[in-house]
Nanobody, 117 residues
Framework: QVQLVESGGGSVQPGGSLRLSCAASGIIFRTYRMGWYRQAPGKPRESVAHISSSGIRNYADSVKGRFTISRDNAKNTVYLQMNSLKPEDTAVYYC???????????WGQGTQVTVSS
């Protein structure tokens, strides 16, 4: 059974920080590109950050310099450190695992992040 379980979401004030975690099971974690996506009400799902199996990172322009994606292969976990949060960051954040060589693609159920004053 493949599972991606997100945690760490919550409600914070603008300028605050959160760290999201995504624990994976049922996959050979080190072989997957891991990523975070988000979807705000009334808007399409968008890519936030990715980290490849070799550690290459990329970010959406809207979060560059504020968010950091990392992975711990020993713990089968990917993280998203979110600093200097803005109200525009409010969304449901989803974890994604993509074994691009073979087309396998898995999603977590999402965790809510709310940034408001």
């Amino acid at each position: 059974q493949v599972q991606l379980v997100e945690s760490g979401g919550g409600s914070v004030q603008p300028g605050g920080s959160l760290r999201l975690s995504c624990a994976a099971s049922g996959i050979i974690f080190r072989t997957y590109r891991m990523g975070w996506y988000r979807q705000a009400p009334g808007k399409p799902r968008e890519s936030v950050a990715h980290i490849s199996s070799s550690g290459i990172r990329n970010y959406a322009d809207s979060v560059k310099g504020r968010f950091t994606i990392s992975r711990d292969n020993a713990k089968n976990t990917v993280y998203l450190q979110m600093n200097s949060l803005k109200p525009e960051d409010t969304a449901v954040y989803y974890c994604n695992a993509d074994q691009m060589s073979w087309g396998a693609d898995y999603w977590g159920q999402g965790t809510q992040v709310t940034v408001s004053s």
